[in-house]
């Protein structure tokens, strides 16, 4: 059995959704943020040392980073389904999407969370971290033109990393910015897995 460390308001919650797109039989250890720095708890360096989730257990491996555990689960237990064949330029835009939404996507989000939680005023750092969220997220808006998914017009794993850069984008209220982006977060919400992934949050939340 697959073991989530899970900690509410993370990036967590994707696993959870690849969990139970993957039909496997998993299981969920909750920890919750403290209340005031909004920090994990120091139980989870129990797991690993930095602390830090989704962190997942199988088969005795202890394996972290969202991007390294969504390729193994796909490609242990679902590669034909959520994944490209390694064989398609698909995957090439697979892979590339998989990793932007932990590398380029990642980074103007979290600027801009920082700097929201710090309210103090900046000489440049709130600044840069708008221009270069709308950058970024104009780029993915328009790589979603005409689209109901990243690549091969199917659910991937690219689809489930990038379901936190949207839902944070959502929470910043910024969504109506970017139609394309509105509609492909409807698109994900319309699968089984990620309501019960929804659920499951709300749950351990």
Do not use: C
């Amino acid at each position: 059995m697959i073991t989530l460390h899970h900690l509410n308001q993370s990036r967590s919650k994707r696993i959870i959704w690849l969990l139970e797109e993957l039909e496997v039989e998993y299981k969920i250890i909750p920890y919750q943020r403290d209340s005031v720095t909004f920090l994990a708890p120091p139980e989870l360096k129990s797991i690993h040392p930095l602390g830090k989730s989704p962190v997942i257990e199988d088969q005795g491996r202890v394996i972290t980073e969202s991007g390294a555990i969504t390729e193994y689960l796909i490609s242990k237990y679902a590669a034909e389904r959520l994944a490209p064949s390694r064989d398609s330029e698909e995957y090439i835009d697979y892979i590339q999407w998989l990793h932007f939404a932990e590398s380029s996507a990642a980074l103007p989000l979290l600027l801009k969370i920082f700097v929201a939680k710090d309210g103090a005023p900046t000489n440049f750092l709130s600044d840069y971290a708008e221009l270069e969220l709308d950058k970024v997220m104009s780029y993915v808006d328009q790589s979603l033109e005409g689209k109901r998914y990243f690549v091969a017009d199917k659910l991937t794993g690219a689809d489930i990393m990038m379901s936190f850069i949207v839902e944070a984008l959502n929470k910043f209220g910024l969504m109506e910015r970017y139609p394309n982006i509105t509609q492909y977060a409807k698109q994900l919400a319309t699968h089984a897995a990620w309501q019960k992934a929804e659920q499951l949050e709300v749950q351990y939340g």
